[in-house]
């Protein structure tokens, strides 16, 4: 039983009391907690291999900021590790593939993993989670959309354009296919291996959505989206968040996800139209946070103003800026749970 | 006399025989007579700031790509400088300014310069430019749109999010505010001054307009924008190029601009219906030209024919990418140039 299902009757389209809330990236990156924690340790990698270390960052905003729901600590970039395609995280930079692909050979070299044997340690940690939560708030899972895996293993790091992985769709569509079926199966068992360990809506994040046209995030991500959708969709609740997507809510409102979310420059009021009866997520501009806790109340609220009218799960537009005070956190969830219209 | 008129034609929505086409960046970056004469000088700041220099790399696309328009070379952040906030152009980094805006006393020893007196280099390159263009195709002057220069400002560098400078506008408006004017001041003279050397058309760059919620760009950019545009349009045609601004093409229809640029994510079929009577200006993905030549041209000939049913300017979604092949370039050029519905 889960004590406070708010979120979790939300993500399902069911009538609330009032408004969930919680963030992305809450796991981790403001607390003082976790920057103790991460301190001790090799890297980034190590927190988020080692599934004990994973669970108590995963619970510490719980804790410390009072949130909704809770979101196991990782990183979308697991699967291609598990594929056969390690990533490093390089500090202050980001992640680096010291190898990338680039022929059909690289791509027939990765593996579609058992997520027993090579994500073992994620599905590990949402088991402890879970225990661990005893059904203070539901768990969420995830996963990165395969357009933007494919971007950051053909890229193999960060960019401002992406601009050899979007070339990749005009210069070889039928390797860029290749890659993203495989993705896409790694995908479809890694999450309904987190749901059989215990997480209660997954949320898929196409981070890079926005640097594509729309004719070919169509035929590059939102059709892979769909299938994952498709396959978790009788299990649990999906939310999709693709970032800068404004184009292609109405391909999200045919998917069976259940909860679309909004980055900071889309209208909730447009998306409610393009996509009726889904929850929308969102979408405060994570700036707003540097404000005084006045100047918070005033953005969150009105915030959740533009929402009404439909179900909402509260949240940033995109995850929470690492140099956030978390006592603005903490206003901002507040009004959430304060606010009555 | 301008002997091939079509750009300056199609910037005033008169009707022509076919599509003029330009290119973002045309003016170096991809082009090998470029980097011979860029790598023979002391840095980047050297070649916008002599002005036979910055004329030579601005007529060099117009001999070796054959496009129908000449934009001076130069760079946005020349407005900064002339106010008293110099940069500095870091290798393989890009703009980095030592000093930044943080109080309104920074604001205040801002200065609103003489265009002469402090921008007499840009000036004197567009001028040495029309003499030696000869008519040939028109001279496109520009400048950047008061919150893309308030970004740089304030944050100091590029940046994924520019999260310094959004956050400003959520705690401290009135210093923004107070900043945005004095940079829209010191623009309305420096393009008013670039006409009067030589312009005959003029671009608003809002290079970072896609960061900022749909009510902040109302608020902190569009209506700059407006302020420019309304002293220019007496003057000579304008362009506003927002790039992400999707959200703010009504405001943009609203404005005494002419042309509307458009980024590769936009659908111009959905602009033409909410901006009618503007010419459209735009959009190939850059990433595009990386195809082969057969890919080139199907690419183009697809966006030339979303651009049917009123004026259109062909150029690409964004500046051209470094490492672009010049010769897929002309294809595009010829394509366009070739071009008959």
Redesign the interface.
Known sequence: MTKNDLFLRAARGESVERTPVWLMRQAGRILPEYRALRGQLSGFKELVETPALASEVTIQPVDALDVDAAIIFSDILVVPDAMGLPYEMVEARGPLFPNVIKTAADVDRLSIPDPEDKLGYVLEALRITKKALNGRVPLIGFAGAPWTLLAYMVEGH?S??F?KA??L???DPKLAHALLAKITATTIAYLQAQVAAGAQVVQVFDSWA?T???A?YREFSSRYISEICEALAPLVPVTVFAK?A??AVEDFAAMPCRTIGLD??E?PAAVRRAAPGKTLQGNL????L???PE?VRD?TEAMLRQFAGGPHIANL?HGV?P?TNPERVKVFVQTVKGFRG
């Open positions: 960060g401002k354009t601009s979007r070339g769709l005009y210069t926005g594509l046209p729309p070919h800068g404004w184009f900071w420059t209208d501009d994570p700036c707003a540097y404000g005084t100047q953005a537009g800026y140099d």
